[in-house]
């Protein structure tokens, strides 16, 4: 199915933290909308000892206006997985999920060393959104 110039509801963007002290592994889902960005953070195991909460933040209008567009202006099938040829011991495991209106998915899954041909405009976007939030997750959770 194309998806190609439907409208873009929210993209999610997880982190899964690698191979670190089990108790320091944490689980981070960022949900961006049009208009506000929203973290939860829970730790991987029982003992853990991350902060854990949920969080708003609001983000520069410009930039996550240009998210949208990038993620609207490309069809799922643009992008491509590029596997490494010899992967990584260990790293963290992104999930970059663009979710449409209709509730179609399109999901890129970054294991360690794994790239997406035809998809750094957009993961480049997503992070620069990320690294200009108007607030900070360091704040108390909500």
């Not at 179609?104 to 794994?114: K, M, R, W």
């Not at 405009?121 to 690294?131: A, C, H, P």
Request: glycine content about 6%; charged content about 25%.
């Amino acid at each position: 199915m194309k998806n190609a110039l439907k409208e873009v509801d929210r993209i999610i963007y997880t982190v899964d933290s690698g191979p670190i002290l089990p108790e320091l592994q944490a689980h981070e889902v960022y949900t961006i909308t049009p208009s506000n960005i929203t973290l939860k953070r829970t730790g991987i195991y029982s003992n853990t000892e991350v902060y854990e909460g949920e969080w708003a933040f609001s983000g520069d209008e410009a930039l996550l206006q240009e998210l949208f567009t990038i993620a609207k202006r490309k069809d799922c099938s643009a992008y491509s997985r590029v596997e490494p040829e010899d992967a990584p011991d260990g790293g963290h495991t992104i999930r970059l999920t663009v979710v449409y209106a209709d509730e179609s998915e399109c999901t890129l899954i970054y294991d360690p060393g794994v790239t997406y041909k035809g998809a750094d405009e957009l993961l480049d976007k997503l992070k620069e959104v990320l690294n200009n939030l108007k607030s900070h997750p360091s704040m108390a959770p909500k």
